[in-house]
């Protein structure tokens, strides 16, 4: 278990009494005492020059990993490279000083922005209305699930409440239904890693009555298209319920297939992952909710449309609306607009061949991956994948080495390692997305580190057991953190 | 694996077990194993009546976090407090000092349509194989 090398020291452990970055200048005003029982004592601020605050976090930014360094295929995350003229964009002085009380007059170009994404984001997904107030992923499947809920009020149908989500979900999906207020009714995989159709049938209709609609992930956390989606969608519909797609994995459907033909009302995209605005810790995500015809009326709000009063043939007149039977505002102001300048730009750069593109390189560089390795990690579900795939961390012939203990070696061998033991139903699991951006060189070098790495876990277990080896910190006792949280400085 | 004979087992992989006229709960070895290093358990109040296959509480590791569903229906009549403090019990000793609750049965004749640790270990085999 780890050392005591000690990478950089906490700015706190830096300070020294007096020592500051900048002099305050002479005191202009008046002398004034704060009310007694305001003052506090102590205030232990760190007290540093400026070149040591720079030093400080320079330091520490060099001991981040992220996309701009190396490999980073984090499945389910979706973490390919963020072009730089996405921030270029966001950065233009129009767009940054803006103010959210400026009257639309005066914001037109800022409203355009956002309404022309409004409509890729329908024409992408197949949708009638889109909203671009969720500020992340799973925070655009809460307002999803509750648009399914208010549908079902406004049809005279209060009393269901319950939403089915299969076992291969991203596991936001049940936590979104239960922050909404409905019940969870879990469906298992069958062995192809498709929806159980039995089970699922079952499911509909025990809860018939009660239905509100299921949450689907497609392709699922398996990184598989599910090969019944119109039997699935068919047989909710039958039922009464809605179909809810999550969108995290939209990168393999661009261009190629649009949920809303596939029987989806109501989808969430994440423009972090799919429309390459930064994320995991780089930027704040964005997640907006489209829906069909029948749940349009149901958006949150405000969304941006054309006023056709104030409009001339030329020159559309751009004003934030609130639809009909809105469930109401889900952020404050308008969600995240310096994310939506940068997928605006994404979309706008690779237009749609480009996107489609993206889907094609996803899929074909996932395939590739799962190839290579293969005959080492073993692939439960073992069919053509999507976007990413997952295969099992073990090795035969090493039955101590675990996913974490190859997933620590990774960092070793310089690359960011998969999402490990999710998702459940797959023993050590290791989910690995590599994305459409990057080259065959980078794959096959990751693909020969896990191979090697294989052969270590035979040969030399320990190496594993006791890696990383190479990081700034050695193996972190991951349970001493959780039971022993610590989150601030106690000197 | 390793088994208590004396007990019967659910295909949640919950160990039930006879003591006195109480039914005494946890999970299985198996199960601590597949979820490794247990960092929280939270379970029912005293006095709760749960019914066969209620969710009676949460275990979390380091890897998952996992619903915990009653073997048998019955009324909760201890937790064992200490785990709030030490849930690496669960880890260390299953069957002994990580048992998680004690219940009054409501229908004893439950305990018989649980699998006796032979049936047990076949279905773990069988989950494992496939």
């Keep these: ?491 | 694996m390793k088994l208590d004979p004396e007990a019967r087992y659910a295909k949640t992989h919950e160990w039930a077990r006879w003591d006195g006229d109480e039914i005494v709960c946890g999970i299985t070895d198996h199960a601590q194993e597949s979820l490794s290093d247990i960092v929280y358990v939270e379970l029912p109040e005293v006095g709760d009546t749960l019914e066969k296959g209620d969710v009676f509480g949460v275990v979390e590791s380091v890897k998952a976090a996992s619903d915990l569903y009653m073997p048998m229906g019955g009324e909760i009549t201890a937790i064992n407090e200490t785990l709030e403090d030490a849930p690496e019990l669960i880890n260390q000793d299953p069957y002994g000092e990580g048992w998680m609750i004690r219940f009054k049965p409501s229908d004893p004749a439950e305990f018989d349509a649980l699998m006796d640790p032979a049936e047990y270990e076949a279905f773990v085999a069988e989950e494992e194989g496939e």
């Design chain 1, 1 to 491: 278990m780890g050392d005591d090398r000690v990478v950089e020291p906490l700015i706190f452990e830096i300070s020294r009494p007096g020592r500051c970055a900048v002099p305050l200048p002479d005191l202009d005003v008046p002398e004034a005492d704060l009310p007694e029982g305001l003052v506090r004592e102590d205030l232990p601020l760190p007290e540093v020059s400026e070149q040591d605050l720079i030093r400080h976090y320079t330091h520490l930014s060099q001991l981040n990993y992220g996309v701009d360094v190396g490999f980073y295929p984090l499945g389910s995350c979706t973490m390919k490279y963020n072009p730089k003229i996405n921030e270029e964009m966001c950065r233009l002085p129009g767009f940054v000083h803006l103010h959210p009380y400026q009257d639309e007059e005066t914001v037109q170009g800022a409203l355009f922005l956002m309404y022309y994404l409004q409509e890729f984001l329908k024409e992408i997904g197949g949708f009638a209305g889109v909203s671009l107030q969720p500020a992340a992923g799973a925070h655009g499947e809460l307002a999803g699930v509750l648009m399914m809920r208010a549908y079902q009020i406004d049809r005279g149908e209060a009393h269901r409440d319950v939403i089915l989500v299969p076992d291969s979900a991203h596991g936001t999906n049940p936590a979104s239904t239960t922050m909404s207020g409905m019940r969870v009714i879990e469906v298992p995989s069958d062995d192809r890693g498709n929806v159980d159709l039995a089970a699922l049938k079952a499911a509909c209709e025990e809860h018939s009555d009660h239905l509100v609609g299921m949450m689907l992930t497609n392709p699922n956390t398996l990184g598989l298209f599910d090969e019944h989606l119109e039997e699935i969608s068919g047989l909710v519909h039958e039922h009464g319920g809605l179909m809810y797609g999550d969108g995290a994995n939209m990168n393999a459907l661009l261009g190629i297939a649009r949920p809303g033909d596939l029987g989806f009302d109501v989808l969430h995209y994440n423009l972090h992952k799919t429309f390459s605005t930064p994320h995991g810790g780089g930027g704040p995500g964005s997640g907006p909710v489209a829906a069909s015809e029948r749940l349009a009326d149901f958006l949150p709000g405000p969304i941006v449309a054309v006023d056709p009063d104030r409009s001339d043939e030329d020159a559309p007149f751009f004003t934030l609306v609130m639809p009909p039977k809105s469930i109401g505002r889900v952020k404050a102001f308008y969600g995240h607009f310096g994310v939506m300048v940068r997928a605006y730009t994404y979309i706008r750069m690779l237009g749609p061949e480009g996107l489609r593109r993206v889907a094609e390189y996803a899929v074909l560089n996932a395939n590739y991956l799962m190839h290579r390795i293969k005959g080492m990690y073993r692939v439960p579900y073992d069919r053509t994948c999507m976007h990413e795939f997952v295969c099992e961390g073990r090795i035969p012939d090493a039955p101590d080495v675990r996913a974490l203990d190859i997933s620590k070696r990774l960092i070793d061998y310089g690359f960011h390692p998969p999402t490990n033991y999710f998702p459940l139903i797959v023993r050590e699991a290791l989910m690995i997305e590599p994305t459409e951006t990057e080259s065959k060189e980078t794959l096959d070098a990751f693909a020969d580190a896990l191979l090697k790495i294989a052969e270590e876990a035979r040969t030399n277990p320990d190496l594993l057991h006791e890696a990383p080896h190479n990081a700034p910190v050695r193996r972190l006792d991951e349970v001493r953190a959780a039971k022993e949280l610590i989150l601030r400085w106690e000197g």
